[in-house]
Nanobody, 125 residues
Framework: QKHFVESGGGLVHPGGSLTLSCAPS????????IGWFRQAPGREREAVSY????????DYADSVKGRFTISRDDAKNTVYLQMTRLRSDDTGLYYC??????????????????WGQGTQVTVST
């Protein structure tokens, strides 16, 4: 069954940086728009960023603009999320997923598919 494997999470101090990786298991991500999402305890899953398969266009949630950068390397079959100037409210379980419709953007989570187990990011002193 298709799914993604996320990695790169960890414990970091406020102001620190992490880079997350997202790799598909058993298929190529080159045809898919890929989104990053996060879920904090007691809160709903929220979209953080996405990168289009068609033209590499990106978008970010307002809360992470200027701090996070999404990129993709189709040759390595991997999407990255570079996170800088991390804050305590960035803490959560981070997931990536594919949008087969290429229409969801940041506004709709339900079209995204092939969810993995996520990688935990904790920002704390």
């Amino acid at each position: 069954q298709k799914h993604f494997v996320e990695s790169g999470g960890g414990l970091v101090h406020p102001g620190g940086s992490l880079t997350l990786s997202c790799a598909p298991s058993g298929f190529s991500l080159s045809y898919y728009t890929i989104g990053w999402f996060r879920q904090a305890p007691g809160r709903e899953r929220e979209a953080v960023s996405y990168i289009s398969a068609k033209n590499g266009a990106t978008d970010y949630a307002d809360s992470v603009k200027g701090r996070f950068t999404i990129s993709r390397d189709d040759a390595k079959n991997t999407v990255y999320l570079q996170m800088t100037r991390l804050r305590s409210d960035d803490t959560g379980l981070y997931y990536c997923a594919a949008d087969p419709t290429d229409l969801a953007g940041l506004h709709f989570i339900s079209p995204y598919d092939y969810w993995g187990q996520g990688t935990q990011v904790t920002v704390s002193t």
